[in-house]
């Protein structure tokens, strides 16, 4: 099993309130990501991290925001939360170097913005 | 990239072979095809991958063509628990810049049936 823990699970708040979705994860990679899909519809990725001091924007534009200052830690920050941001936040990560490696995924955070 | 066409869904009876096609006729020489799936709204598990030759391991066998535009993800003996969403993903190996990046698209629904 993947060591990769995201917390909290569930989140209902309220529109303006800033949010940080923790993703931390056991196993020493490097690269890390972070996927947000609505129910019934794709995952697409909206950020990922080489490694400490790394980050990097993906497929998607987002308003969130995220940090590496900690190869295990890689959490994600909206500033002020609003209903659009309502969705499934799913971390994971891979090995960076070498072969190719699968990608771990966390069971994701549901947030739901009031 | 390579892009994949997919089924929408499929049906399997429990116990028998499910048999996953995958289309990929865009196909590089450097892209291998991954294999993810994701039960319910839980975080996509990594099931195989492969570049030319075909793989098994625990969980499934891949058939890859030898023109490699095509490939065929096989679940031997499906239970109830194999009922997901099923990706089929071409990206190259590398993890310098954004190649190494997993795109998921919309997948195959796959119903295992008692």
């Known amino acids: 099993e993947a060591d990769i823990y995201q917390t909290p699970r569930y989140l209902v708040i309220g529109t303006g309130k800033k949010i940080t979705l923790e993703c931390s994860q056991t196993?020493?990679?490097?690269?890390m990501y972070w996927y947000q899909q609505d129910p019934g519809m794709e995952l697409h990725l909206i950020h990922y991290?080489?490694?400490?001091?790394?980050?990097e924007k993906g497929d998607l534009s987002s308003e969130s925001t995220v940090s590496r200052i900690r190869t295990e830690h890689f959490p994600l920050t909206l500033e002020s939360a609003r209903p659009s941001h309502t969705s499934q936040y799913l971390c994971a990560s891979s090995e960076y170097q070498g072969a190719p490696s699968e990608q771990y995924f966390g069971p994701g955070t549901r947030l739901t913005v009031t | 990239d390579a892009k994949t066409t997919q089924p929408t869904s499929m049906d399997c009876a429990e116990g028998r072979a499910a048999n996953l096609p995958c289309n990929h006729s865009t196909i590089s020489g450097n892209e291998y095809v991954y294999w993810y799936r994701q039960i319910h709204s839980q975080g996509p598990q990594y099931i195989i991958h492969?570049?030319?030759n075909n793989e098994t391991n625990e969980m499934a066998s891949l058939i890859i063509t030898e023109d490699r535009k095509s490939s065929t993800l096989i679940l031997p003996h499906a239970t109830l628990r194999d009922t997901a969403v099923y990706y089929c993903?071409?990206?190259?190996?590398?993890?310098?810049?954004?190649?190494?990046?997993?795109?998921f698209g919309k997948g195959t629904k796959l119903s295992v049936k008692p």
């Open positions: 991290s080489y490694g400490v001091n790394s980050t």
């Open positions: 492969g570049l030319k």
């Open positions: 196993m020493g990679h490097d690269k």
């Open positions: 993903i071409v990206r190259v190996a590398r993890y310098g810049g954004s190649q190494g990046n997993l795109i």
